[in-house]
T-cell receptor
Framework: GAGVSQSPSNKVTEKGKDVELRCDPISGHTALYWYRQSLGQGLEFLIYFQGNSAPDKSGLPSDRFSAERTGGSVSTLTIQRTQQEDSAVYLC?????????????FGPGTRLTVL | AQSVTQLDSQVPVFEEAPVELRCNYSSSVSVYLFWYVQYPNQGLQLLLKYLSGSTLVKGINGFEAEFNKSQTSFHLRKPSVHISDTAEYFCAVILRGDSSYKLIFGSGTRLLVRP
């Protein structure tokens, strides 16, 4: 596709369940980011992947959060034992080389609601 | 610690009027500066960015912003707004030297254009 795609667009889950969120970056983009947008915290960085380098996980809020990127393309963000405070819109972005001058292109997000 | 401040949470304006959305940042290192727009239920779209050179930056949809180093500001302006400009606007920075090139966002300003 032409842009970053994310699935599902909406996810409702019960507290304590695990969820997986998927991101398909723009073809050929080597860098991939996950951000979270919530009412209380605004937009915040979660994790960054660049090629085969070790990811920057400094933004993950707890060890219940993890992410992987297979084959340098698709990424999955996993939240284990979801809590109500995990409710947010999870945004994925990709860029060509992952440098400071590259534009980050965002997907439409996955809205997660934890009941 | 670095931060981005958008003082106005909401800015109402009449159609065809000029608008300025304010952004100030604080950082101990130099930064790159960005403005993103988010339309309802969509991801973020880059409006413009300042990397170096001329402090007046022109972006898409008739928006422009001026980098003022002494005031650590990067205010967004448009001389005449349209109804379609109604959206949330986010100012963001990337710290020079940050190896993950993550965006640090302000809290956003909702622009409401009235007929």
């Amino acid at each position: 596709g032409a842009g970053v795609s994310q699935s599902p667009s909406n996810k409702v889950t019960e507290k304590g369940k695990d969820v997986e969120l998927r991101c398909d970056p723009i073809s050929g983009h080597t860098a991939l980011y996950w951000y979270r947008q919530s009412l209380g915290q605004g937009l915040e960085f979660l994790i960054y992947f660049q090629g085969n380098s070790a990811p920057d996980k400094s933004g993950l809020p707890s060890d219940r959060f993890s992410a992987e990127r297979t084959g340098g393309s698709v990424s999955t963000l996993t939240i284990q034992r979801t809590q109500q405070e995990d409710s947010a819109v999870y945004l994925c972005a990709s860029s060509v080389r992952g440098t400071s001058t590259d534009t980050q292109y965002f997907g439409p997000g996955t809205r997660l609601t934890v009941l | 610690a670095q931060s981005v401040t958008q003082l106005d949470s909401q800015v109402p304006v009449f159609e065809e009027a000029p608008v300025e959305l304010r952004c100030n940042y604080s950082s101990s290192v130099s930064v790159y500066l960005f403005w993103y727009v988010q339309y309802p239920n969509q991801g973020l779209q880059l409006l413009l960015k300042y990397l170096s050179g001329s402090t007046l930056v022109k972006g898409i949809n008739g928006f422009e912003a001026e980098f003022n180093k002494s005031q650590t500001s990067f205010h967004l302006r448009k001389p005449s707004v349209h109804i379609s400009d109604t959206a949330e606007y986010f100012c963001a920075v990337i710290l020079r030297g940050d190896s993950s090139y993550k965006l640090i966002f302000g809290s956003g300003t909702r622009l409401l254009v009235r007929p």
